[in-house]
């Protein structure tokens, strides 16, 4: 070890000679001794500053290098992260555009639906209430019963046949509609998208849209054909009484009140998905008016009997032999004996025309019902109405008595369109129709 040490400083003294460094100025020499020790520390310095300058300048390009790496690097993040953030916003656009088809999908569908249901609502609020006025006529009807009082016997009767049914029946509407539907849920289901994400949401929503929209065509061919039966259930009735229906119900070109609205003409297409309901409906709301029409019209047409208690048929209309002096002479109503004092009641709404004596009716009640029809209510022996009265139904007019040219007590009754007298049997008995229906 000794021996190296010893070595390395005779190299070091070998290199690093004592030197003298002579400077001349104005004549004057000057010099600088240098020994091995002064030289070996300034190459020490010089060498650590080369060193340094060495490492400096190594460390620069190495960090350079570096933050190159670094900005490509982060460039690189930079540009994955923009993609997948251009990525998710593009998935949220498809989201919200799918969003955005199902929320449209489902707002015209919505719309549709529920207008169909106001519709359908309103129609069969209507025919609730036209059913109701019609029950309550035919529970006052079956308070007289028929003309010799007899009470139904059969309960609900399905409906009595006033004329010859037709020879072929025509197709059922609760049929045709339910074809109708099954058409509209296979043309929804060919126009919905076949692919993408929204198909499956669509065609689910369209499923059950077309799922109601089939209970809502058979409830209008439902209320359609119940309007229609009973429409012409109450025209042979009103028919069977020997009154024409044109006489008391006036056709309107349109008295579609439930769907009346505005606005220029435009033809239902092919294409568009809820025609056939609204043409439905319109044919349905036209029966429904039709059956109003004469639902308000039967109101007011005289069908029941003067009495509602216990009776006997005693003379018919038309000509018979006079019960005073023998001879024939015309009988422009009928009668009915019952025990003294019975109420005499009005056979319909009305309005009081006359209520005092009359020559041959002794004291007499005569009441306007409304489109011609007038009755007469003859030999009571007291009155219970004013003239100008209105009456309902059944209202008590006076009480049966033996006024006037009477051969005992009893009720002359009479019916009288536009002054003509007709037979009140057949409006009672087209009354009986009502009740057993």
């Excluded at 998905?273 to 109101?299: G, M, P, S, W």
């Excluded at 020559?359 to 009755?375: K, L």
Aim: hydrophobic share 40%; net charge positive; aromatic share 6%.
């Amino acid at each position: 070890m000794s021996r190296r040490s010893g070595k390395f400083r005779r190299v070091l003294s070998r290199i690093f000679k004592e030197r003298q460094i002579y400077h001349r100025s104005d004549g004057v020499v000057h010099f600088i001794s240098m020994s091995s020790k002064t030289q070996i520390a300034l190459a020490t310095i010089v060498g650590a500053a080369l060193l340094w300058v060495a490492y400096a300048s190594v460390n620069v390009v190495f960090k350079e290098q570096i933050i190159v790496a670094k900005d490509r690097d982060s460039r690189i993040m930079e540009t994955t992260y923009s993609k997948r953030l251009h990525d998710a916003q593009r998935a949220y656009d498809d989201v919200s555009e799918l969003n955005q088809i199902i929320k449209q999908n489902f707002d015209e569908t919505m719309a549709d639906i529920s207008s169909r249901h106001q519709l359908l609502q309103n129609m069969v609020e209507r025919k609730a209430s036209i059913d109701q006025s019609l029950d309550a006529l035919a529970a006052g009807l079956s308070q007289a019963g028929g003309p010799s009082g007899q009470r139904p016997t059969n309960g609900n009767r399905v409906m009595i046949d006033v004329t010859p049914g037709e020879p072929t029946p025509r197709q059922s509407r609760i049929s045709a509609a339910r074809k109708k539907a099954a058409e509209k849920i296979e043309s929804e289901n060919a126009a919905s998208p076949q692919k993408g994400a929204a198909s499956e949401a669509i065609k689910s929503m369209n499923k059950a849209a077309a799922d109601l929209y089939t209970e809502q065509m058979l409830l209008l061919a439902s209320l359609e054909e119940k309007a229609t039966t009973q429409r012409d259930y109450l025209t042979k009735v009103l028919t069977s009484a020997g009154i024409p229906v044109e006489s008391v119900v006036t056709p309107a070109k349109i008295s579609n009140t439930m769907l009346a609205q505005g606005g220029p003409f435009i033809d239902l297409t092919a294409g568009e998905a809820d025609a056939d309901f609204y043409l439905h409906a319109n044919r349905t709301a036209a029966a429904v008016d039709e059956l109003a029409a004469l639902q308000t019209a039967i109101q007011n047409v005289p069908l029941s009997s003067p009495l509602i208690v216990g009776r006997r048929f005693t003379s018919g209309f038309g000509v018979r032999r006079d019960p005073i002096n023998g001879k024939y002479s015309r009988h422009n109503g009928i009668d009915f004996a019952a025990a003294w004092a019975s109420p005499v009641t009005a056979t319909a709404d009305g309005v009081v025309k006359f209520a005092g004596t009359r020559s041959g009716f002794g004291r007499c009640v005569e009441i306007n019902h409304g489109n011609g029809f007038v009755t007469r209510y003859a030999h009571m022996n007291r009155i219970s109405v004013k003239t100008g009265q209105k009456v309902k139904l059944h209202d008590k007019v006076g009480e049966l008595g033996n006024s006037g040219r009477s051969t005992g007590p009893h009720v002359h009754y009479e019916i009288l369109y536009k002054g003509k007298p007709l037979n009140p049997r057949r409006f009672i008995e087209a009354g009986r129709y009502v009740f057993e229906s």
